[in-house]
Nanobody
Framework: QVQLVESGGGSVQAGGSLRLSCVASGNTNRRYCMGWFRQAPGKQREGVARINSDGFAIYADAVKGRFTNSKDSAKNTLYLDMNSLKPEDTAVYYC??????????????????????WGQGTRVTVSS
């Protein structure tokens, strides 16, 4: 089991930037698929990025070119750098994980139901 804690959310104006962090603890010795998701008020949760166990990230079209994932393995921390933020990026952002399947790809970014471990979320508000 792994525990995830997000931080770094806040309020910014359109065009601004934020960096979200996701710190993992617990059984971090296994290989995990990681994901960033968000949920805006009144909307369903949607995928932002999927990171496989080798660190390769795939981004949702809505954030491609603006958001970048990175990781610091020594700190068990995942980062999401969000640039050129838009009001429509306003949401609670979640970090999620699931044990990497053997000989199969990680869940897609549009498959949040396949991620078993979730953080508590961090709120991002972008004003126009």
């Amino acid at each position: 089991q792994v525990q995830l804690v997000e931080s770094g959310g806040g309020s910014v104006q359109a065009g601004g930037s934020l960096r979200l962090s996701c710190v993992a603890s617990g059984n971090t010795n296994r290989r995990y698929c990681m994901g960033w998701f968000r949920q805006a008020p009144g909307k369903q949760r949607e995928g932002v990025a999927r990171i496989n166990s080798d660190g390769f990230a795939i981004y949702a079209d809505a954030v491609k070119g603006r958001f970048t994932n990175s990781k610091d393995s020594a700190k068990n921390t995942l980062y999401l750098d969000m640039n050129s933020l838009k009001p429509e990026d306003t949401a609670v952002y979640y970090c999620a994980a699931t044990v990497a399947p053997v000989a199969r790809p990680c869940p897609r970014v549009d498959q949040p139901e396949r991620f078993n471990y979730w953080g508590q979320g961090t709120r991002v508000t972008v004003s126009s």
